[in-house]
């Protein structure tokens, strides 16, 4: 169990909530993605400096175990069925394996543009591809051919998998879903129920259905079954009095059903859809959350802070504008609230 003294400590960050740890050493530029391997409290990042980075969190430490060098910005990366084997992409249009015992990669991917989505499937046993040349390619790790290859309407920006469940999301505001028993052809397909792009996916814990962030601080929760329509809602989020931020990540607590979003405000909260009720908000970080992500048993979530382009070329320094990775040791805070809780807070919130 990964403990720590709140609150103390010279890793601790002013500009972030108190208690959250930041990881060592800090990455050369924005992190694009964070992954937890499912088997152990090893943890990757891919950054836009070209680099992959994995640490491992022991007791009360976060120790660097490795990290590599690629040729281009790398965009996504994911765990294989175990915590020896990470997978990961990019920029220079190519997906890679990288076998953490032996420290060596193997190109295992490639695509006409940049990759922005990888997954390994293990009820599949192949690698999952998304990338901007509008393409989805599924991979056996051997080839170097895709065993099956799927086109898009448009640019692959952002998608998730949940069991047999794969949402895409493209340019356009357009989202196929498919089935992974079925993977040819999308059995839904939709336009976002959101009015501005589509900036990231997260799928539930149980299948069911996703929750979809935009550029314009909203998020929908929508369901694949027709039937549960009327669940389907969407909220206003990420907002600073009149100034509108994008929803950069979404992740699911794995155990308990509740999310976190982070966005170019600067800010993470956690959120329980079921009964439409923010649990919890966190103080401002001085820079935009790029990216956010839960181990394997929820009991860690970590997010990163870097520059995200939201002001364009003119609202970034250099010299103040530092990446950082930090972890926040989770508790009751994501825990939906009891039925007469919420009656009380919805009470409370009326009479505002």
Not at 118 to 146: A, F, M, Q, V
Not at 252 to 259: A, E, M, N, R, V
């Amino acid at each position: 169990m990964f403990t720590v003294e709140r609150g103390t400590g010279s890793n601790i960050n002013p500009n972030v909530q108190l208690g959250d740890i930041e990881v060592q050493p800090e990455p050369g530029d924005s992190i694009s993605q964070i992954s937890w391997s499912k088997k152990s409290n090893h943890f990757v990042a891919t950054s836009w400096d070209n680099h992959i980075y994995c640490w491992e969190v022991t007791n009360d430490r976060i120790n660097p175990v490795s990290s590599l060098t690629l040729d281009a910005p790398l965009l996504t990366c994911a765990w294989g069925d175990d915590f020896k084997t990470v997978y990961f992409a990019g920029c220079d249009n190519k997906g890679y394996m990288w076998d953490l015992q032996s420290n060596q990669m193997t190109q295992i991917a490639q695509h006409e543009a940049p990759i922005k989505f990888i997954r390994y499937i293990p009820e599949k046993n192949c690698i999952l591809t998304g990338g901007w040349d509008k393409k989805i390619h599924y991979w056996d790790g051997k080839s170097s051919n895709p065993g099956l290859s799927v086109d898009l309407s448009d640019k692959f920006f952002c998608g998730d998998v949940s069991g047999e469940l794969f949402v895409v999301g493209t340019a356009e505001r357009k989202i196929q879903i498919y089935s992974l028993n079925s993977p040819n052809t999308p059995f839904r397909e939709l336009e976002s129920p959101l009015k501005f792009q589509s900036r990231c996916i997260s799928c539930f814990p149980y299948k069911s259905g996703f929750a979809i962030g935009s550029i314009e601080g909203r998020i929908a929760i929508h369901h694949v079954n027709p039937g549960d329509n009327q669940k389907n809602f969407a909220f206003k989020c990420h907002r600073q009095q009149n100034d509108v931020y994008a929803v950069n990540d979404i992740a699911f607590h794995p155990q308990l059903g509740t999310f976190a979003t982070c966005g170019s405000d600067g800010t993470y909260h956690f959120w329980d859809k079921d009964s439409k009720q923010r649990l919890k908000a966190f103080k401002q970080c001085y820079l935009p959350i790029t990216c956010c992500s839960f181990n394997g048993d929820g009991s860690l979530f970590s997010y990163a802070i870097g520059y995200d382009w939201c002001k364009g070329s003119g609202g970034f320094n250099s010299n103040t504008m530092k990446s950082h990775i930090f972890i926040h040791p989770t508790g009751d805070e994501l825990k939906a609230r009891p039925q007469n809780q919420q009656q009380g807070q919805n009470n409370n919130n009326n009479r505002r």
